[in-house]
C-alpha cells in the first residue's frame, strides 16, 4: 500500500565536502530507519531513489529540500569529479576504462559532466522526487 501522506525530506548541502560525505548525508536522509548504508554508487542512488527501501518505501512521492545547494555544486565540482575519475583509472580493472579515460578528457575539456550534475540527472530522472532548493 502507498502512503499518501506528504514525504519531505531536507538534505543538508553544507554537510558535502567531497564524495564521502555526499554519501553521508544521502544515508543521514534516505536511509535513517535501515540497519544497512547505501554504498558510494550512483547506480546504487538510481535504484534507491525507486522507493523500494529507505524512507522512500511504500511512498508515492517525496519533496526533497535541498538546502546550501552552491555549496555542495561546488564541493562535487570539476576537481572532485577528476579525482573521482582518476581514481577509477588508478585502481582495478573493473571499471570501463576507455569511457573513464573519455570521460575525464570530456571533463578537462569543459564539455564533461562534474559529479553534482550526474547527481542532478539521476534525480531529475525520477519525477517523483521533487528537488527544491533552499
Do not use: C
Amino acid at each position: 500500500m502507498t502512503n499518501p501522506d506528504p514525504l519531505v525530506l531536507v538534505f543538508e548541502g553544507g554537510a558535502v565536502h567531497d564524495i564521502p560525505s555526499f554519501y553521508a548525508e544521502i544515508n543521514r536522509v534516505f536511509m535513517a530507519h535501515e540497519d544497512w548504508q547505501l554504498g558510494h554508487s550512483l547506480d546504487a542512488l538510481d535504484d534507491m531513489l525507486y522507493g523500494g527501501y529507505g524512507v522512500l518505501a511504500g511512498h508515492a512521492g517525496a519533496t526533497l529540500i535541498w538546502k546550501d545547494i552552491e555549496h555542495s555544486r561546488r564541493a562535487l565540482g570539476v576537481e572532485t569529479t577528476r579525482a573521482w575519475l582518476q581514481a577509477k583509472l588508478d585502481g582495478n580493472d573493473r571499471f570501463n576504462r576507455p569511457l573513464i579515460a573519455g570521460q575525464l578528457q570530456a571533463l578537462d575539456a569543459g564539455k564533461g559532466l562534474t559529479f553534482y550534475q550526474i547527481v542532478m540527472d539521476i534525480l531529475a530522472a525520477h519525477p517523483r522526487i521533487k528537488v527544491l532548493t533552499g
